[in-house]
């Protein structure tokens, strides 16, 4: 994408067959077809999902048993509970300075002299904003994908299923 900072005067900016070109580019993109890929990579995801989740559910089920005679299996499980719970804290500890950060520089007074520049400060904002939902919403689902997987080798570990 091109950026334009000059004039309305400057003949380097007015170039009339710009937008026929971009309509053209915009006919020949795949845009018409993104809600079908963005649907089909999420039926994608949901079937690989549910394959998973109900092999690990066999694999839980079938090791529940064995939990309640293994010895180690308390602290292992207390264990990986605090692990998780520090990996939590972590998180939180990270959102709240990012919200910190984010408020801190909301609250800074800029003085500007024309609305580009104000409309400029204020999508940097939004920007921001979204990278920080964007980074903590990412980070939460991978510790939960970690914590099923870990769980599940766990199990997978004391399931009689897992025996030659």
């Given amino acids: 994408m091109r950026r334009v900072n000059a004039s309305m005067t400057d003949a380097a900016v007015a170039r009339p067959k710009d937008l026929p070109v971009a309509q053209l580019e915009l006919a020949r993109s795949p845009l018409p077809l993104v809600p079908a890929a963005r649907a089909w990579s999420l ?31 308390a602290s292992e499980s207390v264990a990986m509970a605090t692990a998780v719970g520090r990996q939590w804290l972590s998180l939180h500890a990270q959102w709240l300075e990012g919200l910190a950060e984010l408020g801190e520089e909301m609250g800074q007074f800029r003085h500007v002299n024309t609305m580009s520049k104000y409309v400029d400060q204020e999508v940097n904002l939004v920007q921001q904003s979204l990278a920080l939902v964007s980074s903590q919403v990412t980070a939460t689902v991978r510790l939960v994908e970690n914590i099923q997987v870990n769980v599940a080798w766990w199990l997978s570990q004391r399931s009689p299923l897992s025996e030659p």
């Fill in 43 to 73: 039926q994608s995801l949901m079937g690989h999902l549910a394959v998973n989740q109900s092999t690990q559910a066999v694999q839980a089920s079938a090791a529940l048993p064995a939990l309640a005679l293994d010895s180690t299996a």
